[in-house]
């Protein structure tokens, strides 16, 4: 049972625009939510956060919206750069458990 | 500050071959964190602990073994090695809510 989903694997975005990372739940018990990046041959890098007290929480070029009625998070990156692609992964918890759920991550290529 | 540190990066096994992987942090963190991850899939839990002598299975522990004599260090064992267990095993430790993860041990098993 897959309980955080990225339903697109890929994602190519023109450098300079917005790019779009969606992410889906079915646990409504999830109440902490973060996003990491992947590199080829490196671990995952902490990236941005949000508890699911707030529907927004900015970081530089990173804002993660959060909505909790469509059980929904999205990793909006503005303007993307080339150093941006990467693997992203979203991952969610909650109070108590002392595990992170995984989806399966989106690859995102920034075309210059 | 070398954060989450793993070693091997690399290192092929044969059917049936045991091995340890290595991890060691030194902020200080007690969660700490096994992962594999296979190719197009993404982190599923092997084993977890939450302090020094305090060790957990995850989704998928079979296979695997751990200990955690010290906030340190937490290696993961593969006693019997196995084609399935195939992939790149992640290290972390945990402060607050936040994962931090090592550069990865890249295993093959053939």
């Known amino acids: 049972d897959q309980q955080v989903k990225q339903n697109s694997p890929s994602l190519s975005v023109q450098e300079g625009r917005i790019s779009i990372l969606n992410c889906d739940y079915t646990?409504?018990?999830?109440?902490?939510f973060l996003w990491y990046k992947k590199y080829p041959a490196e671990g995952p890098t902490f990236l941005i956060s949000?508890?699911?007290?707030?529907d927004k929480n900015e970081d530089g070029r990173f804002t993660v919206f959060l909505n909790k009625s469509a059980k929904h998070l999205s990793l909006h990156i503005v303007p993307s750069q080339p150093g941006d692609s990467a693997v992203y992964f979203c991952?969610?918890?909650?109070?108590?458990?002392?595990?992170?759920?995984f989806g399966t991550g989106t690859r995102l290529t920034i075309i210059p | 500050n070398a954060g989450v540190t793993q070693t091997p990066k690399f290192r092929i096994l044969k059917i049936g071959q045991s091995m340890t992987l290595q991890c060691t942090q030194d902020m200080n963190h007690n969660y700490m964190y096994w992962y594999r991850q296979d190719p197009g899939m993404g982190l599923k839990l092997i084993y977890y602990?939450?302090?020094?002598?305090?060790?957990d299975k995850g989704e998928v522990p079979n296979g695997y073994n751990v200990s955690r004599s010290t906030t340190e260090d937490f290696p993961l064992r593969l006693e019997l090695a196995a084609p399935s267990q195939t992939s790149v095993y992640f290290c972390?430790?945990?402060?607050?809510?936040?994962?931090?993860f090592g550069p990865g041990t890249r295993l093959l098993v053939l």
């Open positions: 646990n409504s018990m999830f109440d902490y």
């Open positions: 949000i508890s699911s007290i707030k």
């Open positions: 991952a969610a918890h909650y109070l108590g458990n002392e595990k992170l759920t």
């Open positions: 972390a430790s945990r402060e607050q809510e936040t994962q931090y």
């Open positions: 602990s939450v302090g020094a002598g305090i060790t």
